[in-house]
């Protein structure tokens, strides 16, 4: 199994630019999530999926959009970049919600300049 | 709401030495409580987690946790420390309706 994967690992946008961050799993896991980490804060949860079809917003959802046409992936769309939104993303997943950990993907850097 | 709060940005340790990550939480209802451990440019491991049960906790790499109910503790200790658990270390918690909220994790040095 390859786990979560992220593409790409890193990313320079203009402001005013959109881009989309891949996410996939290979582990049949309903549920799957997207958090940016910045420095001191932790992770914050920016949008969530508890299952094919189903997404909902997390802590941080402006500015971003999320589908889930499958179960696999979980992309996150950057609708007009701001250098508020310089992060790292990370995407993971988990078998169900509450009890169960998560699984993260590698993370994707991202710079607006 | 819930949150959870590690008051300490850094720890530092000497090898073989014990070390102790503090984490205090604040959930309605029971708690669903999580570890996770940062390398350096890398995604976030899942480390252990308490649920339900027995409060000592044991987890990968030779880790465990202690959970406090009475003072909304849950600790991650280990009774030697090695170098290669230098990290960053993330506590995180949730409640049955709220997602996962994490700390703003402690990094830990372990000097040899």
């Known amino acids: 199994n390859a786990g979560v994967t992220q593409t790409p690992k890193f990313q320079v946008l203009k402001t005013g630019q959109s881009m989309t961050l891949q996410c996939a799993q290979d582990m049949n896991h309903e549920y799957m999530s997207w958090y940016r980490q910045d420095p001191g804060m932790g992770l914050r949860l920016i949008h969530y999926s508890v299952g094919a079809g189903i997404t909902d917003q997390g802590e941080v959802p402006n500015g971003y959009n999320v589908s889930r046409s499958t179960t696999e992936d979980f992309p996150l769309r950057l609708l007009s970049a701001a250098p508020s939104q310089t992060s790292v993303y990370f995407c993971?997943?988990?078998?169900?919600?509450?009890?169960?950990?998560?699984?993260f993907g590698p993370g994707t850097r991202l710079t607006v300049t | 709401a819930q949150s959870v709060a590690q008051p300490e940005d850094q720890v530092n340790v000497a090898e073989g030495n014990p070390l102790t990550v503090k984490c205090t939480y604040s959930?309605?209802?029971?708690?669903?409580l999580f570890w996770y451990v940062q390398y350096p440019n890398r995604g976030l491991q899942f480390l252990l987690k308490y649920i339900t049960g027995d409060n000592l906790v044991k987890g990968s790499y030779g880790f465990e946790a202690e959970f406090n109910k009475s003072q909304t503790s849950f600790h991650l200790k280990k009774p030697s420390a090695l170098v290669s658990d230098s990290a960053l270390y993330f506590c995180a918690v949730r409640d049955m309706i709220r997602q996962l909220t994490f700390g703003s994790g402690t990094q830990l040095t372990v000097l040899p």
């Open positions: 993971a997943s988990s078998p169900g919600t509450h009890s169960y950990e998560q699984y």
């Open positions: 959930v309605s209802g029971n708690p669903y």
